[in-house]
């Protein structure tokens, strides 16, 4: 069997949940009603990337469930099939690297993305910013759309006019802090976390990555000063600012920064 030849099996399990004597639920979905599904999906597969393979396993078949349940759903429209969401995909990725399917030549990395960017724009003319979903996460979407700036020049020579440009913003919020105007407020606020992003940006990391890692050595350490002051049968509220930020530090010693 070759590689792949098994998506065939899905496709005819999907088929038969939504056949007419099939399942009540399945049939009852639809484009609308799934879109939560393919979100929380997607979550789960990123979570998963940093587990056991067996996990990351999983949720990719439950990616793909949704993908083939999708495409089921517009066969029966006949407008496409998953036979034609796969040839797309495949002609696409071929088109695009002429330098392994064609005789174009690409290094490097960076000459590969230059080349797909010059062939996407033969595809389909757009404006620079054209194409970064709405529903992405805030802070992937801000990493996106300066990104795509970046490309056509409107960017920072380095890190540092990046960097400098945080400084800005953050006095420009220092200001806004002493108006009582909330609309400006979150205005500045929001500048200022897009120049952050775009200090991740220069600086090659993903921000909404990042900020995931951040978030987590948070709980991490905030659990672990609950569970200290729990061992003297006292809650964070039975304690002072500087007990909890004592423990906090204890807590930053137990793990190296990032862990």
């Not at 349940?69 to 998953?82: D, N, S, V, Y």
């Not at 108006?179 to 929001?190: C, F, K, Q, V, Y």
Request: with cysteine.
């Amino acid at each position: 069997m070759r590689n792949g030849e098994s998506l065939a099996d899905l496709v005819a399990t999907m088929q038969r949940l939504l056949a007419p004597d099939g399942c009540p639920w399945d049939r009852e979905q639809t484009l609308e009603t799934l879109k939560p599904f393919l979100l929380e999906e997607t979550y789960e597969v990123l979570e998963a990337i940093d587990g056991a393979a067996a996990g990351h396993c999983e949720e990719l078949g439950d990616l793909m469930m949704q993908i083939v349940f999708q495409a089921e759903l517009r066969a029966a429209r006949g407008e496409f099939t998953i036979d034609d969401v796969v040839a797309s995909i495949d002609t696409k990725l071929r088109r695009r690297h002429p330098h392994v399917f064609g005789d174009a030549k690409a290094g490097t990395a960076a000459e590969v993305l230059t080349q797909w960017d010059e062939i996407k724009k033969t595809e389909k003319p757009r404006r620079t910013l054209d194409g970064v979903p709405r529903t992405l996460p805030a802070l992937a979407r801000a990493h996106k759309l300066t990104e795509r700036a970046a490309i056509v020049g409107f960017d920072w020579p380095d890190v540092a006019g990046a960097r400098a440009k945080v400084d800005e913003e953050l006095g420009e919020l220092d200001e806004a802090m002493t108006s009582a105007d909330p609309e400006r407020l979150r205005g500045e606020l929001g500048d200022l976390l897009l120049s952050v992003v775009n200090v991740s940006r220069k600086l090659g990391i993903d921000a909404e990555a990042a900020l995931a890692e951040a978030t987590r050595r948070f709980r991490t350490r905030f659990e672990h000063v609950e569970d200290r002051l729990a061992e003297a049968g006292r809650t964070p509220k039975d304690a002072t600012l500087a007990e909890l930020d004592g423990l906090w530090d204890e807590a930053k010693t137990l793990a190296p920064p990032g862990v």
